[in-house]
């Protein structure tokens, strides 16, 4: 009898194994266009956040370098409109890479070259200004910047303050624009150590007033409540593919260690995003050749499913793009093709069927 209870025993376990192998997500494209010739008229220099306007089918593109504002589309990029022009005036700009939609009317732009945060409203032509200065003792560093209940939300760093679980990542205003609450925390792995790739990517689910954050070096989701502040979980697991550098490289280290890091060591968490059931990690591998201006598309990109309730991993799948924003259904938004800005909408599916 005991000649057979290993390989019994050790076929049981091989069929168990089998059963909880996690199968790569499967990918669904719901939506693909090309930019119009009149929308790439005004973008001509695209920056890596789309937005989708959270009361109406348009997606929001701003232009990084020269060609400053930013340009409204629909879901089969068709010019709708541009928001600002170049210069100092009260409806103008001078930078356009921090931006957001209130409604259907209502686009934010944060001008840190003026330092002021613009609201442009589409139906009265109205552009109301706001001042943002360091005086509150925060930084915005997130791309987007959202609208929640009568409060704007966004990514920020504390000046002054290490990177530790009770230092605050999220800044909450009011529709004055006044710092009004903080809430969020560094992953616990920073431990007060500086890095290059510790800005707060977030993502906002205001039905259920949770708050999702994760860190650029790392791929740890954080879950917050906007109401109390409470932290109300995490995940646990590194996706496979993902590369968590022990170094730590501020701005003071050599050019060249620098281009290592992000090159060869370090995946880059880039964007967070969610759905009814799941939040999706978007984040970058380089091909071990640092450049300073790559092709958004050059990079792999790679996105790691978790469960929203249990923040169980559920895999991760490469897709064949750049993701560069998400939709109000929780599709992310990909460039397939850089050249011909062509975008698609596309759904991830874990294998758990959801």
Avoid at 107 to 120: E, V
Wanted: with cysteine; aromatic share 10%.
């Amino acid at each position: 009898m005991s000649d057979y209870r290993i390989p019994l025993l050790l076929l049981i376990s091989i069929v168990l194994g089998c059963t909880n192998e996690i199968k790569d997500p499967e990918i669904i494209t719901t939506n693909d266009f090309v930019l119009s010739d009149s929308t790439k008229e005004h973008l001509l220099s695209l920056y890596t956040q789309v937005v989708d306007n959270p009361e109406v089918d348009e997606l929001l593109f701003a232009n990084y370098g020269s060609s400053i504002g930013v340009i409204i589309t629909d879901y089969d990029g068709n010019f709708v409109r541009k928001i600002g022009e170049k210069g100092r005036g009260p409806k103008e700009i001078l930078s356009s890479r921090f931006f957001g939609a209130k409604d259907s009317a209502a686009i934010l732009i944060l001008d840190k070259k003026l330092g002021k945060f613009k609201l442009y409203n589409s139906e009265t032509e109205v552009v109301q200004l706001f001042d943002y200065t360091f005086n509150q003792g925060v930084s915005i560093t997130s791309r987007g910047i959202s609208f929640c209940k009568e409060k704007w939300f966004s990514g920020v760093q504390l000046i002054g303050k290490p990177t530790l679980p009770s230092v605050p990542t999220i800044a909450v205003f009011d529709t004055a624009f006044s710092l009004i609450d903080t809430l969020g925390g560094y992953d616990p792995y920073f431990d007060g150590r500086d890095d290059i790739l510790q800005e707060t990517t977030y993502s906002l689910d205001c039905e259920n007033g949770v708050i999702y954050t994760v860190q650029g070096k790392t791929p740890k989701i954080q879950a917050f409540s906007i109401h109390s502040g409470n932290h109300l979980g995490s995940t646990e697991i590194t996706p496979p593919l993902f590369k968590v550098s022990d170094k730590f490289i501020s701005m003071s280290y050599s050019s060249q260690s620098w281009a290592r890091y992000l090159s060869e060591e370090q995946s880059i968490s880039l964007h967070l995003s969610h759905d009814e059931h799941h939040l999706f990690l978007v984040y970058r591998n380089d091909s071990g050749v640092y450049k300073k201006r790559r092709a958004l598309n050059e990079s792999e990109h790679i996105v790691a499913v978790f469960n929203k309730e249990s923040f169980d991993y559920l895999g991760e799948v490469k897709v064949p793009g750049a993701i560069l924003g998400s939709t109000k259904k929780g599709e992310l938004i990909m460039l397939k093709d850089e050249e011909a800005l062509r975008f698609q909408f596309i759904k991830i599916i874990p294998s758990d069927g959801n």
